[in-house]
């Protein structure tokens, strides 16, 4: 079982801008994708960007191109979203979550960003932005 601790969720005001971060402990894959998604009240989980670990390859929604960027820093095993020029529209509780891929989803990036191909997620930081 995947356990996660997120933090940096907060309120800003538009323009803003934070860095959220996510380690998760427990069985993981060498495989394994971590990703972040978000959800927004009365709205479907959608994913924001992706990250492979293994050589650092990264995977973007259109919510996270252009003003988001996602790392990872293996040393301290914690996958990081950093957001810029944040909007009233990027309220929501982000979630970070991994799955097990296979190398051609690795390659292809299919599926990365489906919420539905992940099993372990983490509780969720809210950010909120008013403008």
């Known amino acids: 079982q995947v356990q996660f601790v997120e933090s940096g969720g907060d309120s800003v005001q538009a323009g803003g801008s934070l860095r959220l971060s996510c380690t998760p402990s427990?069985?993981?894959?060498?495989?394994?994708?971590m990703a972040w998604f978000r959800q927004a009240p009365g709205k479907e989980r959608e994913g924001v960007a992706a990250i492979y670990p293994g050589d650092g390859k990264t995977y973007y929604g259109d919510s996270g191109q252009g003003r988001f960027t996602i790392s990872h820093d293996s040393a301290q095993n914690t996958m990081y979203l950093q957001m810029n020029n944040l909007k009233p529209e990027d309220t929501a509780m982000y979630y970070c979550a991994t799955r097990a891929a296979t190398l051609s989803a690795i390659w292809s990036g299919r599926g990365l960003l489906e919420p539905a191909q992940y099993k372990h997620w983490g509780q969720g930081t809210q950010v909120t932005v008013s403008s």
């Open positions: 427990g069985s993981t894959s060498s495989t394994n994708v």
